[in-house]
């Protein structure tokens, strides 16, 4: 028989395990949390801020609880080893209980060794107290974990469930829309190329997003195209200014004095620089008021692409509103620049213009096609610039100028707005075919499509008194616009974007 010097051996390499599990859990809840965070579509600086806060301070310190445990888990069990090599050396067999001698009153105990050994087991019986007190509370702690880890699974589900509902749900918005250019063209009413093209484009898209969404029991959620929906934030007034220099207001220049149509592409090219500010990180359209003595006119300026990721973002002016508005749908992008609209105040009746560059010109176009949008506001005008609308069918009632440089391919990815069946469309408005920025040829490709030179190009084409620019600047409903008086002019960056649920 061997007797027990200070601790239970068995009981201390249970408290070790414990301690080993618990590290574990902590890890493993670590690498939980950053999985989480990797696929949860969370945007925006309170994002940003949230994942700086687990990368610097609290990842780290569950990682060194983790590492204390272990570190606790192996002195306890090396303290176990130990005790166990001393109880086998300090062992030896006794006397039968019945034979050993009792202590005589006032002489000692018979036995020290004895007494010694009793002493020592006492002080081993408070060590194994406090080790059960330790699995105790590592008991209670892994069933607080499990509790967490179940919440955590259901949190996970509900995600799942969610992004398979919502991929789902976008894969057959498109698929439908597919179906319905289908369905006019056996009908008569052919869709243009491109309509058919990006409408094709956004369905197979779709169906990968799904798959891989369905796959993945929705943990893995792309969010390839997926347009989410629109918001739009306070006016930000910036005053104004003939050039568009001077004192910026939270990093938006002011607006340029529509003077010309030249200034007014300029002031579109101005809301290029207000995304990725502290006001309007995922971008913004800028609004100018015009006064005079018949009421306030509105130009709603809209810049092109600011993203060509097929990942889904807070930026609507990207690929996925491309391909949406080409295909003949209302994308994001269109839906934010009629709550900017409408965050600015426009009243209804008020003259409209709005001008746009690239994708911003699509937007132009794809509003007037809204029949919801034009019984609200009194769109009169609409400027474009390297933006491909043939195939947009603005209404007759509003009076277009369409500019483009003469090589640069955007404005004519439409193919002329061409049809399916061969056909062109009879479009009305005014085109104008600009020379090359610098005398530049086909294949200066970015600084064909450059909105900074289509304003100086359309500015230049203005001061030519017989060319179509000027005429059209000279017409009624686009001098209501135009002012060379900066106290009759206000300017406004209205903030844009993308949200998700």
């Known amino acids: 028989m ?68 272990r ?26 209980s019945a034979s050993r001698a009792e202590p005589v009153a006032g002489t000692g105990s018979a036995h020290p060794e004895a007494d010694s050994g009793q002493a020592d087991s006492g002080q081993g019986n ?16 892994v069933t607080g974990s499990a509790g967490a880890g179940a919440e955590w699974f259901a949190d996970r589900t509900e995600l799942g469930y969610g992004n398979i509902t919502r991929s789902f749900s976008e894969a057959a918005s498109d698929s439908a829309h597919l179906l319905t250019l289908l369905d006019a063209w056996a009908g008569g009413n052919p869709p243009s190329l491109m309509e058919l093209a990006a409408s094709s484009s956004l369905v197979w898209t779709g169906a990968v997003d799904l798959s891989a969404t369905v796959g993945s029991l929705g943990q893995l959620a792309p969010l390839l195209l997926d347009d989410g929906t629109p918001w739009a934030g306070e006016p930000i007034a910036v005053g104004i200014s003939r050039d ?25 090219a101005q809301a290029y620089n207000d995304g990725g500010t502290s006001s309007a990180p995922d971008g913004a359209v800028r609004i100018t008021r015009v006064l005079d003595g018949d ?32 295909s003949g749908q209302l994308s994001t992008a269109t839906a934010a620049v009629a709550l900017a609209m409408e965050q600015a105040g426009i009243e209804p009746g008020a003259p409209v213009m709005l001008s746009g560059h690239s994708q911003g010109g699509m937007t132009a176009a794809a509003l007037t096609t809204d029949p919801a949008f034009m019984e609200q506001y009194n769109v009169t005008n609409v400027m474009t610039f390297g933006s491909p609308i043939d195939a947009a069918g603005i209404p007759p009632s509003v009076e277009v100028i369409a500019f ?64 179509a620019a000027a005429q059209y600047a000279g017409r009624p409903a686009t001098l209501q616009f135009l002012s060379d008086d900066p106290a009759q002019v206000d300017s406004f960056v209205v903030p844009v974007g993308r949200r998700h649920p």
């Open 2 to 69: 061997n007797s027990l010097l200070g601790m239970d051996p068995g009981q201390v390499r249970r408290l070790a395990r414990s301690l080993a599990s618990t590290a574990g859990e902590l890890e493993l809840l670590e690498l939980q949390v950053a999985g989480m965070m990797s696929v949860v579509p969370w945007h925006g600086s309170d994002a940003d801020s949230f994942r700086t806060d687990w990368v610097s301070r609290h990842r780290p310190v569950l990682l060194n609880i983790a590492q204390e445990l």
């Open 71 to 96: 570190q606790a888990a192996l002195v306890a069990a090396g303290n176990a080893d130990a005790q166990e090599c001393t109880s086998d050396a300090g062992s030896a067999p006794g006397p039968p």
């Open 126 to 141: 408070g060590w194994v107290s406090d080790g059960l007190g330790w699995v105790a509370g590592g008991a209670d702690w």
């Open 244 to 268: 568009g220099m001077g004192p910026a207001v939270n990093g938006h220049r002011p607006g340029v004095l529509p003077s010309d149509l030249g200034a007014i592409a300029l002031n579109t």
């Open 295 to 326: 009421g306030p006119s509105y130009i709603v300026t809209i810049p092109g692409t600011q993203s060509w990721s097929p990942l889904t973002s807070g930026t609507a002016t990207d690929l996925t509103g491309n391909l949406i508005t080409a």
């Open 404 to 467: 483009q440089h003469e090589d640069d391919v955007v404005p004519r990815l439409d193919l002329g707005g061409v049809t399916v069946d061969g056909e062109s469309p009879q479009g009305h408005g005014v085109q104008v075919t600009l020379p090359n920025p610098g005398g530049g040829t086909w294949n200066d490709v970015v600084a064909n499509h450059d909105y900074n030179h289509y304003a100086v190009s359309i500015s230049d084409a203005g001061a030519e008194p017989t060319g």
